[in-house]
């Protein structure tokens, strides 16, 4: 067992238990790799969370969490109600995270689940999946 592995393994644990599919961790370079698909926003959520209790505010940057949501969950539908720009989606729940895609301003776009009120996880047409500022996207 590596050193990184040691460290999530509370994470991968997490990641096992859960029912993801294909799930697969390989380590490059100092960064652990988890990928694999989640059956319900839910679980992708909760392991965020365990990842956040691990490495507060994610600043290491020795783990990349690359789980989508499986596309069979049924979403609601949420207007991007942004300002003048287009609301961009993150790989993870917080502004330090990497810009995944974007949606446009006024599109509808569909809420997979709510990590918290501030966060939303939601994905776009072309099929980019990842966290929005809740404050930007109204309920249709």
Known sequence: MSALTDKYKELLDAANASGITDLQTAETDGVLHISGTAPNADVKNKLWDTYGKIDPNFLTGDVVLDIDVSTAVA?????????????????GPGTDQPIVGKAAKDSIITLVGKANDQWWLVRTEDGAEGYSYAQYLTPQ
Do not use: M, P, Q, S
């Not at 979403?75 to 790989?91: M, P, Q, W, Y």
């Open 75 to 91: 979403g609601a539908k949420v207007k991007v109600t942004t300002h003048e720009t287009a609301l961009n989606i993150r790989k």
